[in-house]
């Protein structure tokens, strides 16, 4: 894990390394920043790739970690020719432009008895969503105060084009049987299994 920087996106590494099948070899980082769940990937599977459509950031992140595949790349058209045993992306969701075809696209990226999971980002709208952001500002002050908050020079986006119901709407429909989470520190997370057949 990326133990020595913290923000909010690391902190939720840990949900896909978790949730990474015990039989996977390959994985990869969509929307991969400066690299770090691509390098925390690379701890537990051999074959990682990982992609981002910014050069500067990619060529930071390449500088920085070896063993990666590291390609500059929109995550929506790049020809792969190949599927990926764990497809994890953090804090990237928001970027792609139609929800449902960017799920189903990560999706069809997944090969078979693999795993998908996004860590997101989304606008609150419901009294739900308002109070475990509560928690998330104590949780932030709490452990930006011990940890530090390290900034990535990664691109954004602002504002946030879905709210959490609509996220958690798109992905029921289009990954049947995922798995939601509402996150304190203003993330939701999705884990999808895709069937062996
Ligand atoms: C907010 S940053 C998150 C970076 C990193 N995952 C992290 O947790 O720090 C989102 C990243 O997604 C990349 N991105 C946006 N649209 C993309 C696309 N269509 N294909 C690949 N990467 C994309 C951006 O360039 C940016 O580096």
């Not at 390959?26 to 459509?53: C, E, F, N, Q």
Request: avoid cysteine; charge should be positive.
């Amino acid at each position: 894990m990326s133990r020595l920087r913290w923000n909010h996106n690391i902190h939720y590494h840990r949900i896909v390394l978790e949730a990474i099948p015990d039989d996977a070899v390959s994985a990869l980082d969509v929307g991969t920043g400066d690299g770090l769940l691509a390098r925390d990937l690379a701890h537990k599977v051999p074959d990682v790739t990982a992609i981002d459509l910014d050069r500067d950031v990619v060529d930071s992140a390449r500088a920085e970690f070896s063993g990666i595949n590291f390609l500059i790349g929109d995550v929506m058209t790049y020809d792969f020719r190949r599927k990926f045993d764990v497809v994890g992306s953090v804090a990237t969701l928001h970027h792609l432009a139609n929800l449902p075809a960017a799920l189903r696209h990560l999706a069809g990226l997944t090969a078979p008895g693999g795993v998908l999971v996004v860590v997101g980002l989304a606008r609150p709208t419901r009294l739900s969503d308002f109070a475990m952001d509560a928690v998330g500002v104590i949780q932030h002050r709490w452990l930006s105060w011990r940890r530090g908050l390290w900034e990535h020079s990664a691109p954004t986006v602002w504002p946030l084009p879905h709210s959490y119901a609509q996220v958690r709407q798109a992905a029921a429909a289009e990954l049947p049987g995922v798995a939601w989470r509402k996150l304190p520190l203003f993330r939701y997370a999705l884990v999808w299994y895709k069937p062996e057949r």
